[in-house]
Nanobody, 123 residues
Framework: QLVESGGGLVQNGGSLRLSCAAS????????IGWFRQAPGKDREGVSC???????HYTESVKGRFTISRDNAKNTVYLEMNSLKPEDTADYYC???????????????????WGKGTLVNVSS
C-alpha cells in the first residue's frame, strides 16, 4: 500500500513537500514515480527516482521540484518550490520495476498506486 500526504492549499510561489509512504513492502528495489492529474486533463508524469537514485523530471518542474527517497523510512518525497497555479492537481505516487516506464508515463507501467493528495496553488 502506498499513502501520499502533504498536499494542501498554497499561494503562488509557495512550497510543499509531498510524502509517499509504503506499507507491506519495501521501496528499496522499486522505481518510484510522482504523477499528477488536473481536472479534465490526462495524467502527467512529474518525476521518477530509480532504485539506484537516478532521477527524472518533466520539463515544467525542472529546477523547482526535487524527488528523494529515504529507504530507512520507506518513504519517497517530492519537494515542490516556486509553485504555480498550473501545478494544481491531484498528485499520486506509484511504484514499479522499470525506470524507463516511469519516465515514459507508460499506461500500466507502474505496479502500485496511492490514492493521491490534492495540491491547490492559488493565484
Amino acid at each position: 500500500q502506498l499513502v501520499e500526504s502533504g498536499g494542501g492549499l498554497v499561494q503562488n510561489g509557495g512550497s510543499l513537500r509531498l510524502s509517499c509512504a509504503a506499507s507491506g513492502f519495501t521501496l528499496d528495489d522499486y522505481t518510484i514515480g510522482w504523477f499528477r492529474q488536473a481536472p479534465g486533463k490526462d495524467r502527467e508524469g512529474v518525476s521518477c527516482i530509480s532504485s539506484d537514485g537516478s532521477t527524472h523530471y518533466t520539463e515544467s518542474v525542472k529546477g523547482r521540484f526535487t524527488i528523494s527517497r529515504d529507504n530507512a523510512k520507506n518513504t519517497v518525497y517530492l519537494e515542490m518550490n516556486s509553485l504555480k497555479p498550473e501545478d494544481t492537481a491531484d498528485y499520486y505516487c506509484a511504484a514499479g520495476w522499470l525506470f524507463r516506464l516511469c519516465v515514459l508515463n507508460t499506461p500500466g507501467g507502474m505496479a502500485y498506486w496511492g490514492k493521491g493528495t490534492l495540491v491547490n496553488v492559488s493565484s
